[in-house]
């Protein structure tokens, strides 16, 4: 179906969706430290009214229309929920992974003209340890409930190609960079979301565990929201809470970081009944494993459960995509990404020198999107170097086949000599031994490909089965075993590839 394109204003987005919608319901699994009075259920009249409340309480704090507001605290719902009430009143929020340091932000502060910065409890240490931010710039999320409101402020909006929301890089490469939306572009990224939902006949619950901070949250609420689906957003991915909220909420649709998939397939496979009640599952911006796909869908109690891989960039929003079935998995080459969506996305394959390739050539993967970012903030010239034209640098390394389906190969930085495609090789280990929940090949000390693993918990390393997976793959070194959560990763899960060499290289 063929949505049409409305810019998006995340509050205008909210109070439209819970006019239309206003008993749909909203499960949390904790409660919200910034919006306790929503407890653990809401509906989106009820978050609607809790949001126009906290706006005003902000104006009292200070925050006027134009006014830059760093949203930097725990990763839960109301992460979002304060962007949008930022929003209402025509301030320009600039969301902020809670696991930065304080000298990162630091610089993130400068770089922002010396903003407010609202934090809670989880992020309080640091962010009184901001040298630059005066305590009259800080604003603490708990305490916010607690200026008194007489008047409810009025709603104000920023020109719709102004910069109204900003994002940002990983910063596996150094300080993260900002990345700037502005209704306009943000607009076009909802209509794309939009046409996806528009398959979904049912507005069943959909439960989603995703970085609140990634450009990715805001335009999977707002569009969830649009089309009146109830939502339980997960800040707890653990196995032992996944297990409880799906067995009491038992969700239709399911959306995480590919990652957080490979992490739950233990789950999924010794207790498949935990996830028997979904039908459509959705992974966010990476590739994921076959197996890790196949695993999810075969859980399921549902006649034609599918599983959407998106491929995308926070710079220019979903680009690819491709529906996965029981059936379409068994020939499936898991690097085969899919295909654009006509008139709002598509890529090419480029040489060295920006020039396209023939379909079957690999090279550099350029994106053409409608919803394009506009900048990194105050960094003009490192945005603009990625450009060609209209089409977008993505660092990525792929090939098109003859019917034009992209294949991802690689990160340009990741590269490895004498090894075609890291995450092909990743991919095959993680289809064939279910004992390991991460696979990652790095350049070692001499260059030469690294393999890091972690072992699922309760089980251990089989030698054995390791080496025999080797025979037919070009030479690897003998892998490092971490544990899972002491493998570095982004806000959003990825693995932190250029952090890992290094801190190889050090030892």
């Known amino acids: 179906m063929n949505n049409p394109y409305v810019p998006l204003n995340l509050f205008t987005n909210f109070k439209e969706s819970a006019e239309r919608f206003p008993d749909v319901p909203i499960f949390f699994d904790e409660t919200l430290a910034g919006f306790a009075e929503l407890g653990l259920e809401t509906t989106y009249a009820g978050c609607l009214d809790a949001i126009v409340q906290k706006a005003t309480q902000l104006k009292k704090a200070g925050v006027k229309k134009a006014d830059k507001i760093i949203i930097y605290k725990s990763a839960k719902f109301d992460t979002y929920l304060f962007a949008v009430a930022a929003s209402y009143l025509g301030a320009v929020p600039a969301m902020i992974s809670p696991h930065l340091p304080t000298t990162t932000m630091e610089i993130l502060a400068e770089r922002l003209d010396l903003p407010f910065l609202l934090f809670d409890a989880a992020t309080a240490d640091k962010a009184r340890a901001i040298s630059n931010l005066s305590t009259g710039q800080l604003i603490c999320a708990e305490e916010l409930a607690s200026f008194a409101v007489e008047k409810i402020a009025e709603q104000e909006e920023l020109p719709k190609d102004m910069i109204s929301y900003m994002t940002h890089t990983s910063g596996t490469t150094g300080i993260p960079k900002l990345i700037a939306h502005s209704a306009n572009s943000m607009g076009w990224r909802t209509k794309w979301q939009r046409n996806i939902l528009s398959l979904i006949r049912e507005k069943e619950l959909a439960a989603f565990h995703i970085s609140p901070v990634h450009s990715r949250f805001n335009i999977g609420i707002s569009s969830l929201m649009s089309q009146g689906f109830p939502l339980l957003p997960i800040a707890n991915p653990t196995k032992t809470s996944i297990e409880r909220l799906f067995n009491k909420f038992q969700p239709k649709i399911v959306e995480t970081h590919p990652n957080n998939f490979v992490q739950w397939v233990s789950l999924a496979r010794e207790k498949p009944e935990i996830f028997k009640s979904v039908k459509y599952y959705h992974s966010t911006f990476d590739a994921i494993n076959k197996e890790t796909m196949a695993t999810f869908l075969n859980t399921s109690s549902e006649k034609r459960p599918v599983f959407m891989q998106v491929y995308g960039q926070s710079e220019c929003g979903?680009?690819?995509?491709?529906?996965?079935?029981?059936?379409?998995?068994?020939?499936?080459?898991?690097?085969?990404?899919?295909?654009?969506?006509?008139?709002?996305?598509?890529?090419?394959?480029?040489?060295?020198?920006?020039?396209?390739?023939?379909?079957?050539?690999?090279?550099?993967?350029?994106?053409?999107?409608?919803?394009?970012?506009?900048?990194?903030?105050?960094?003009?010239?490192?945005f603009t170097e990625n450009t060609y034209g209209l089409w977008w640098d993505s660092g990525d390394y792929g090939v098109k086949n003859e019917t034009g389906a992209l294949y991802l190969l690689d990160r340009q930085v990741d590269l490895v000599e004498n090894i075609e495609s890291t995450l092909a090789i990743e991919d095959k280990l993680l289809d064939s031994l279910d004992f390991l929940d991460e696979v990652v090949i790095i350049r070692g000390k001499d260059g030469s490909p690294q393999p890091i693993i972690s072992v699922c918990a309760d089980h251990e390393m089989n030698w054995d089965a390791w080496f025999n997976e080797l025979t037919d793959l070009p030479h690897i070194n003998e892998p490092i075993i971490m544990a899972y959560d002491d493998i570095p990763r982004t806000a959003t899960m990825k693995v932190q590839r250029l952090r890992l060499e290094g801190e190889l290289k050090a030892k």
């Open 318 to 382: 979903p680009m690819i995509l491709r529906f996965h079935t029981k059936k379409s998995l068994q020939n499936l080459d898991a690097r085969n990404m899919g295909y654009g969506m006509k008139g709002l996305t598509e890529v090419r394959i480029v040489n060295d020198k920006g020039e396209p390739v023939p379909n079957g050539t690999p090279g550099n993967i350029h994106m053409l999107s409608k919803g394009r970012a506009l900048t990194y903030f105050k960094e003009d010239a490192r």
